[in-house]
T-cell receptor, first 112, second 115 residues
Framework: QKEVEQDPGPLSVPEGAIVSLNCTYS??????FMWYRQYSRKGPELLMY????GNKEDGRFTAQVDKSSKYISLFIRDSQPSDSATYLC????????????FGKGTTLSVSS | EAEVAQSPRYKITEKSQAVAFWCDPI?????LYWYRQILGQGPELLVQ????????DSQLPKDRFSAERLKGVDSTLKIQPAELGDSAMYLC?????????????FGPGTRLTVT
């Protein structure tokens, strides 16, 4: 079993839909949780960064962490065609200077 | 906004040849990572530097891969000899040591094709 599990999809939704992306993990030492967006043939770009459990909101994006269930989610409201990309969850045990452990990524397609 | 620079962006090489990738992290970032991303997979760490020192190279295939960061700034990753299975995206990332700013910033990557 990999440390971080993520359904690769693909996930296809119409424009304006609410999207839910999820990851589960097995290492209870993970404390820092991130979501990266990666467009085709580009490097990952950071979307959301959260510490420990709880919710964090940034515009149309909401990240949730449930450490008791070892489960994290990213919600995208009012999805746009420009949101079409691969979304990678990533985790680390410490904050600065610690390598990230990534999920496989979920490919999202938003149709207009 | 400061960015991580990588070159080349694309590289095609024949198996058994040598290939090298270069990375220039964001200025002031002490930590530098090289990740490999196979198509359809998430990035996996190859090597991590703290300043000029290697912190973690446990997943680096040391019989063919080498990495250096001689002055604690830019870094080079080398493969010799390249194998067909090395075809992947090679990503460089950097981060600070400062609390609250620890997230990794990625470069655009080098896409390697070994024929």
């Amino acid at each position: 079993q990999k440390e971080v599990e993520q359904d690769p999809g693909p996930l296809s939704v119409p424009e304006g839909a609410i999207v839910s992306l999820n990851c589960t993990y097995s290492n209870s030492a993970f404390q820092y949780f991130m979501w990266y967006r990666q467009y085709s043939r580009k490097g990952p770009e950071l979307l959301m960064y959260t510490y420990s459990s709880g919710n964090k909101e940034d515009g149309r994006f909401t990240a949730q962490v449930d450490k008791s269930s070892k489960y994290i989610s990213l919600f995208i409201r009012d999805s746009q065609p420009s949101d079409s990309a691969t979304y990678l969850c990533a985790m680390s045990v410490r904050e600065a200077g610690t390598a990230l452990i990534f999920g496989k990524g979920t490919t999202l397609s938003v149709s207009s | 906004e400061a960015e991580v620079a990588q070159s080349p962006r694309y590289k095609i090489t024949e198996k058994s040849q040598a290939v090298a990738f270069w990375c220039d992290p964001i200025s002031g970032h002490a930590t530098l990572y090289w990740y490999r991303q196979i198509l359809g997979q998430g990035p996996e760490l190859l090597v991590q530097f703290q300043d000029e020192s290697v912190v973690d190279d446990s997943q680096l295939p040391k019989d063919r891969f080498s990495a250096e960061r001689l002055k604690g700034v830019d870094s080079t990753l080398k493969i010799q000899p390249a194998e067909l299975g090395d075809s992947a995206m090679y990503l460089c990332a950097s981060s600070t040591r400062n609390p609250g700013q620890g997230e990794a910033n990625f470069g655009p990557g080098t896409r390697l094709t070994v024929t």
